[in-house]
Structures are given as structure tokens and as C-alpha cells.
């Protein structure tokens, strides 16, 4: 390990839980983010026996809240069977959030300012909050504080004359500073880099073929408690072919021209991108002996992360490839290069995401230029790519993502350093909207 | 949860029912932590040759706080809260009548949810004809007197086997259930309780105290029941159940402080994926077989994954889970398997279920050696009609007719399931190994 980090005590993955991952609209219409997080906490708790247990810290978040969430996680800890003396918090950065929650109860277990955590997101599509457009926000609060009927009823005539006011916000997944679309914007990326439409696919069929084989294997049995009636996550598609994912129609990159003026083939296709999902996710940290006074089981450290930031705006980067500079200033940190990571795991916001990471880290103009190396990050091994499956696959519930991989990544260190007997390494790398990165790197315990 | 029937029978209607000659089920008195172990004064009655042995037992009820008398006679007004027949010495079936004309005199001064219990010996081999039908006898005289008992009031025996003393601490055990309200829905057993210690610092309120037990199915129904009666009795309780089952499961786990474990029983690493959840908790006491499905087909329409499914679930996974934990060489590991009143009387549409049922038995049988040599003991508990989801798709008629074929004339609960697997489990039941307690209410078919 590197010099450069500062010797702290480890902080170690004891498990997690979430529950399974279900496609919008459909099993999980009538449940909130309050209802899902608490289920997935409640499941981490009788998993590993925690009822009436004070742990240090309970941190995350949802993307998408309701004004009603505003306490969002201290609230679900205290619908749950864990102490109520369990502080909690909210946070949030995007698709990154899950992830972010582990940085921050690391960082906290690392010095020594508590002893045990859970960390995790939710989010919810079915019940996405609703706004009403500004116009009619500002009416609604004048007519509040107005002291008088007849200064009410002023507040609320501009609104009987103009009836598109009273017309929902509904939250969708653009960025509020170019107007594009996530998928818009990574369409952009997947042509500038030549993707294809096939290696999409490829990415989109493992994604699907790997999940369903974890399932059929029980690998998450023990990751996973069902919940309103269902059991499995429902987006997965074990009979999935590549010959079905060549008939889906683009959405994405569709008017996109190339520096000629000339139209460039659209490759995204509902297929090789991540639906928009419903689910949450928990993952239970400890100090060492926090864990071992417990008889828990240690799967993994939570050894180092690192997040990153791109200038998207001006069109100078994609928007969905800060990891490619988070990981290289992560492994280096660490004294580590791709070649000694076991597991990747990277998030499939789109297939074409995981593609264009690859791509860029295998470029050495790129990653001269772009990200300060002397040549080529390297190339990642496909074959220890997103082994048990990804979003894809499984889905994005935004928040819950992070936890997801984690728990994940835990399982599979542990599984391998026990068949081999020597350390095993996962990176994970998850972007998010506002060209985030969130990246972080889990070992064998 | 008391049957609609069993309601209205004890109900405004009650002189109805008894004039129309109707069965009148009770409402029977179940275990409350702190509640009186009797509903009233204990009558210990006893042949000439087995005096020394009713002086023991009643010293043992008295050092219980109980109101212990050796005479019948009673206060205008007051009823017997149980009556133990002690038959342990008679040597000649004709020395036992007095005290068993006694026991009869007794019976119409016995208060509703009354017990009655004998304390004998198992016929053993080389017995002399007479000794032999003497010690016999008694099981044909506790099965009649529990079908001729009302109001809740059952018999039950405690049979000494292998020169077990009278105050060892399973034989005091066990005449403690059968008093106990714990045993509510048993009647007309016979339990043989072979030798073991002295009855030293029992804690009777949480005989579990310590110990770590597994229930598998235990996301509803009986397994629930199991699970919740043995954290009251002190155990940390591990619960399994199918993946597909975890949400009740973890919710079962979360109000029993325990901890979830979902698998399916039939995998091959079952056994260690147990042995590995109830490590962290201080390691492997108790298992309860409890996980069971049935798939009800007369045989001449039977298909393989019927047959095979039940025998997996209900039969396979017991033996290769215990098979395991025999290897491993678990210390004194307690063993209760469910069987069921179908695998002793059979069921029609239940040649699976039933072969499966009686395969437990006898798999228990044979086990209960095995594991006595590490200090252990195998037994099994026999539910006849059990008030629970499963039995509540059985169609209105069927169900109705199964509840009034008892002698208690109605269904059991889940609970009282457990309480008889938690009194097996626990360490001064250590002499009763290799039986199956039957807790249907007497039911009418069958041993």
C-alpha cells in the first residue's frame, strides 16, 4: 500500500441487504422511499441479529424525495427494529449517493469516531415527487401569507387566467444545465468514441445472463430479502438473446450528425440501457472488532475511494465519464494498476457507459492528455467484468445502486480469497448525473 | 384463535348445545409466563406398593408451591386441579384398583382444564406376565379416561423406563408439562422417560435460558409459533426458511431479537449454512425440523415431482441435516423433528405426506441413540389438526368434521406445537429420546 495514505484503523463490509429491484410502475406503485429503505434496513437487521442494537451511524439518501422525506433516513431507522438512539443522515450526490454514504461511515469508522454503520439509498420512479410549476408555487404562498380574504383571492386570480399553470413538474433525467437527457448526453460520448450497436448489446446480454445465473445459484440469498410479494429483481431477463436485443429500436442519439453534417447511426436502444427502477439497499460496516466482538462475519475492507467531477457544460467532456479520471488517481494512490483488481464492478447506467470507461482508459492520447498518465491506463479484463451482473440487468433505483455493487463486490472478494487463499480485490466505479464519479476500491478481509 | 364453533358453544347458546347433544369443544387454558402452573389443589394418589414413590412426587409438587393433598376430600365448593395416579410399584394388575376407583371418585370434583396424570413404569423385556400387563394396563386406562374427561380436562401418562427414579429430573419434567397448561392440547399420551439426573436448580420460566436453537419454516404459521415460544423460554432463536419467504421471515426474526436465515433446507450445505448462522450466537443447541410442505394427491393420480418434493422437503433434508451435524460431532444437541398424526392413522390423498411423516419417526427412533452418545437427544412432536394457514385452505366441511374428531372436540393451536417441542428441547427433558409426542387433542384415529 502507498505512503501517501495516512494510517488509520480498517474499516471492514460485514454484509448487506437490499431488497430486490423492481421495474417503475409495476410491483412497488403504492410504496415510498421511507417504506423500501426501512424494509431493506429491517432485513440487514434480522439478517445479522441487530434489533435494539445502537449503531454509530445510519447514512443515505434517495435522488428523487418527496418534500415529506426531509428526514428521510433517520426516519426509516426509526421505523425499524435497530435502537432509536441510532443517529442518521441524509445525503445525496445523484446516482452516486450509495456509494457516497460508504465514504462517508468509512471515513468515520477509519477514525475511530464510530464503531459501526450502515450506509445505503433508495429511490422511487412509482412515487416520484410531483411539483407544481413556479408560477403557481409563488400564488400558493402569497395567498399563505396574505392576511385578508379579499388579498387570497388577489394572490390566486393570476392562476383562474392562466390554466397551464396549474400543470405538474414531473422530475425526469435532465440536466438542468445543457437541457439533454442522460441518455441524450451519453449518446453524444458512444459517438464520439465509435461504439457500436453490437458491443451494446453484448454488454446488455452478459449484464442479463450473468444476474440470472447468480439468482439460479442462490448468490443472493443472502444479499437479498423479498419484499411486497416479490422475490426476484423483475427487470432480469434470463432468456434474453442477442438476436432479441437487435430488434429494439434506438431511443437515443437520434438526430446525432458527425463533424461532416452527415447523420450518425443511434445504437442505444431500451435494451442497452438501465430502465428506470424502484428498490433499496443496505450494507452493514464495522470497526474489526467491532464485528468480531460480534461473531460477525468480515467479508471485505472498505479500503479507499475517490470521487471525481467533468466539465460537461461546455461540451468538453461526457457527461458520464468522470470514473475514467477517478480510477486512475485511486489505484495509484493505493500503489495498485488494473492488472491486480479481481472484480470490476462498473455501474451500466448504459451499456455504452462501461464501453466508453474501457475505451478511454485503453487510449493513450486520452489518458495523456486528458488525465496527466505518461500513456495508457490499461485494459480491463472482460472477463472479470460485472460478473454476477449489473444495473442492466438488475436495474438502477438511483440511491440504492451503490449499495447494490457493494454488497456485491463484499461476497465476491470473500468467496475468491477463500478458494485461492490469497487477497482479492474489487473496484467499483459508479457515475452520476452533474458529471460525477464515484469510485471506491474493497478487499478480501 | 379460538374456532368459530368452539365459541358459540361456550357462548349465550352453551345449555343449547349440551341439550342438543352437540360436541362442546372448551376453551382451553393456555401457558402465561407468572400464571398458576394448576387451576388448583394437586390430589396424589397411589397403589399400596407405590407409596414411597407418591411421597417423592409430592414432595417435588410442594417444593413447586403447589397445594399438594393425599386425600380426596375437598372444601364445599373447591375442585381438584389435578390428580396424579401414582402406579410406578404395582407389581399385580388387581393391586390397582383402589387407587384408580379413587382417581374415578374424584373426576366430577375436577375443575375444567383439570389434569390427570400417571406416573407407571414401561413394561420391560423379561418382565413376568403379570408385572408385564400391570404396567401395561395403565396406557389403555390414560387413553379411555382422556376420551371420558370434559372441559378441557385431559389425561396424559409419564411412563419410566430403564429403572428412571420417579424424582429424576425427566420424569419431574415431564409430569410438570402434562400439569402444566403448557401441554393443553395433548391428551391420552403415554411419554416414556428413560433415566436421567436429579431435578437440581431448574429454571422452569426459562428453560431455555442460553441456548441457541434453529426452527426451520419458521416465516409463519407453527415454525412462528416455535420460533416466538422459544425466545420467551430464553433462547436466541435462528430462523429458516425458503428465499422466496424472507419477508415474513425477517419480520418473524426481527420480533424474537434472532437472526434470518434464508435457505432451503433440501440444499446439500444446509447443514453447514446452519451450523455457520448459529456460530456467532454461541453455537448449535437445539434444531427443530419443522419445514414441511404437502402436495395432497390420491396415489392413483400421483406424479413424481408430488412424491419426490414432499419426501425432500419433509423426510431427505432431516436425514442428510442431521447426518451432518452427527459427523460434526455437535455436544448435546436436542433434535425435534415434525411429524404428524397422518404418518401414525395415514390420510387419504397422503401417501407422500404420510410416508414422509412416518419416515420421521422412524428416522428419529433410529437417531436418538446417535446422539445421546454426544449428550443429545432426538425426539418428535405429532400435530393432528393445527389451526394454521394451511389448514385453513382445507375446504369448510372437511375442517369442521377434523375439528371435532378429538376427544378435545377442536383444532389446536400453533402454539401448542411449540410448547411441546420446547419442553423436549430443553435440558431437563434430557431422558425422553427417540419419541414422538403426539398434540392433537386426542385424536380419534391412530395410537
Not at chain 2, 169 to 194: C, M
Request: net charge negative; glycine share 10%; proline share 5%.
Amino acid at each position: 500500500m502507498a505512503s501517501s495514505i495516512p494510517t488509520t484503523r480498517e474499516a471492514v463490509i460485514i454484509g448487506g441487504n437490499r431488497i430486490p429491484f423492481s421495474r417503475a410502475g409495476k410491483k412497488y406503485v403504492r410504496t415510498s422511499n421511507q417504506d423500501m429503505f426501512t424494509a431493506a434496513l429491517e432485513g440487514l437487521v434480522a439478517r445479522f441479529g441487530l434489533q435494539g442494537e445502537r449503531l454509530g451511524e445510519v447514512v443515505g439518501g434517495a435522488v428523487l424525495k418527496n418534500s415529506r422525506d426531509f428526514n428521510l433516513i433517520r426516519e426509516s431507522v426509526l421505523g425499524s427494529s435497530l435502537a432509536p438512539v441510532t443517529p442518521a443522515y441524509d445525503l445525496q450526490q445523484a446516482c452516486g449517493t450509495g456509494l457516497e454514504a460508504a465514504i462517508a461511515v468509512t471515513n468515520k469508522i477509519k477514525l475511530g469516531q464510530i464503531e459501526s454503520a450502515v450506509a445505503g439509498g433508495t429511490d422511487t420512479i412509482s412515487d416520484a415527487p410531483i411539483a407544481v410549476g413556479d408560477r403557481l408555487r409563488r400564488a400558493l404562498l402569497q395567498a399563505n401569507h396574505a392576511r385578508s380574504t379579499g388579498d387570497r383571492v388577489k394572490a390566486l386570480l393570476p392562476v383562474l387566467s392562466h390554466p397551464k399553470w396549474l400543470a405538474p413538474e414531473t422530475p425526469d433525467t435532465g440536466e438542468p444545465r445543457t437541457g439533454l437527457s442522460m441518455g441524450e448526453h451519453q449518446a453524444i460520448t458512444t459517438a464520439k468514441w465509435g461504439i457500436t450497436r453490437e458491443a451494446q448489446d453484448e454488454i446488455a446480454l452478459k449484464s442479463h445472463q450473468n444476474l440470472y445465473r447468480a439468482w439460479e445459484e442462490g448468490f443472493f440469498d443472502d444479499l437479498v430479502t423479498p419484499f411486497r410479494g416479490l422475490s426476484r429483481d423483475d427487470n432480469v431477463r434470463g432468456d434474453t438473446s442477442a438476436e432479441k436485443l437487435a430488434k429494439l429500436k434506438p431511443v437515443f442519439g437520434k438526430s446525432l450528425t458527425g463533424e461532416d453534417g452527415a447523420p450518425q447511426p443511434a445504437t442505444m436502444t431500451a435494451g442497452n440501457s438501465t430502465p428506470l427502477t424502484d428498490g433499496a439497499s443496505a450494507v452493514l460496516f464495522g470497526s474489526r472488532d467491532w464485528a468480531e466482538e460480534r461473531n460477525l462475519p468480515v467479508l471485505a475492507t472498505f479500503v479507499d475511494a475517490e470521487t471525481a467531477g467533468v466539465d460537461f457544460v461546455h461540451g468538453h467532456e461526457g457527461l458520464l465519464m468522470a470514473p475514467v479520471a477517478a480510477v486512475p488517481r485511486l489505484l495509484t494512490r493505493n500503489g495498485l494498476t488494473l492488472e491486480d483488481i479481481d472484480f470490476f464492478e462498473i455501474h451500466e447506467a448504459f451499456a455504452a457507459t462501461v464501453l466508453t470507461t474501457l475505451a478511454a482508459w485503453e487510449d493513450a492520447d486520452y489518458c495523456r492528455d486528458e488525465l496527466g498518465l505518461s500513456g495508457a491506463f490499461g485494459k480491463v479484463d472482460r472477463s472479470k467484468l460485472n460478473v454476477n451482473g449489473s444495473s442492466l440487468a438488475a436495474g438502477h433505483p438511483f440511491a440504492a445502486t451503490g449499495g447494490r455493487i457493494l454488497a456485491t463486490a463484499a461476497k465476491l472478494v470473500h468467496a475468491r480469497a477463500a478458494e485461492t487463499g490469497t487477497p482479492a480485490r474489487a473496484l467499483i466505479s459508479v457515475c452520476a448525473a452533474g458529471g460525477l464519479g464515484v469510485t471506491a476500491l474493497v478487499e478480501s478481509a | 384463535m379460538t374456532d368459530s364453533y368452539t365459541r358459540f358453544a361456550n357462548g349465550g347458546l352453551k345449555p343449547l348445545v349440551k341439550k342438543l347433544g352437540l360436541p362442546q369443544p372448551a376453551i382451553l387454558r393456555r401457558y402465561r409466563p407468572g400464571s398458576p402452573l394448576t387451576v388448583g389443589p394437586v390430589l396424589v394418589v397411589s397403589d399400596d406398593a407405590s407409596a414411597p414413590d407418591a411421597d417423592a412426587v409430592a414432595e417435588v409438587l410442594t417444593g413447586w408451591d403447589l397445594d399438594v393433598r393425599r386425600a380426596a376430600d375437598l372444601a364445599e365448593g373447591e375442585k381438584f386441579g389435578a390428580v396424579v395416579l401414582v402406579l410406578s410399584g404395582a407389581e399385580h394388575p388387581e393391586d390397582v384398583s383402589g387407587a384408580v376407583l379413587t382417581v374415578g371418585g374424584t373426576l366430577r370434583r375436577l375443575a375444567g382444564n383439570g389434569r390427570v396424570v400417571t406416573v407407571s413404569r414401561a413394561p420391560e423385556p423379561g418382565d413376568a406376565p403379570v408385572l408385564a400387563a400391570a404396567r401395561a394396563g395403565v396406557e389403555g386406562l390414560v387413553r379411555s379416561l382422556g376420551k371420558e374427561l370434559r372441559g378441557g380436562s385431559t389425561a396424559n401418562g409419564v411412563q419410566l423406563t430403564g429403572g428412571a427414579a420417579v424424582d429424576s429430573v425427566s420424569a419431574v419434567a415431564t409430569l410438570r408439562f402434562f400439569l402444566s397448561a403448557k401441554s393443553a392440547y395433548v391428551d391420552g399420551q403415554i411419554l416414556p422417560v428413560g433415566p436421567s439426573g436429579t431435578a437440581g436448580d431448574v429454571d422452569w420460566d426459562q428453560p431455555l435460558a442460553g441456548k441457541v436453537a434453529v426452527v426451520t419454516g419458521a416465516a409463519r404459521g407453527i415454525g412462528a409459533a416455535i420460533a416466538r415460544t422459544m425466545a420467551r423460554d430464553g433462547a436466541r432463536v435462528v430462523v429458516v426458511d425458503v428465499p422466496p419467504a424472507g419477508e415474513a421471515l425477517s419480520a418473524v426474526a426481527n420480533s424474537v431479537n434472532g437472526v434470518a436465515l434464508q435457505l432451503d433446507v433440501t440444499a446439500a450445505d444446509a447443514a453447514d449454512k446452519i451450523l455457520a448462522a448459529a456460530r456467532p450466537l454461541g453455537g448449535l443447541d437445539i434444531l427443530v425440523h419443522n419445514a414441511g410442505i404437502t402436495r395432497d394427491k390420491l396415489l392413483a393420480n400421483m406424479k413424481a415431482d408430488r412424491w419426490d418434493s414432499v419426501i425432500a422437503v419433509n423426510l431427505a433434508s432431516q436425514l442428510r441435516i442431521n447426518a451432518r451435524l452427527l459427523e460434526e460431532g455437535v455436544e448435546s444437541l436436542r433434535i425435534v423433528s415434525l411429524a404428524s398424526t397422518s404418518g401414525i392413522a395415514g390420510n387419504k390423498g397422503q401417501t407422500n405426506y404420510g410416508y414422509s411423516k412416518a419416515g420421521v419417526i422412524g428416522h428419529t427412533a433410529a437417531t436418538a441413540p446417535l446422539v445421546a452418545a454426544a449428550g443429545g437427544t432426538a425426539n418428535a412432536v405429532a400435530p393432528g389438526f393445527i389451526e394454521t394457514e394451511m389448514t385453513a385452505r382445507i375446504p369448510f366441511a372437511t375442517r369442521s368434521v377434523a375439528r371435532m374428531m378429538p376427544s378435545l372436540a377442536q383444532g389446536g393451536e400453533p402454539v401448542d406445537i411449540a410448547e411441546a417441542i420446547c419442553f423436549l428441547a430443553s435440558d431437563p427433558a434430557v431422558g425422553v429420546n427417540g419419541q414422538t409426542l403426539r398434540v392433537c387433542g386426542q385424536h380419534l384415529v391412530g395410537k
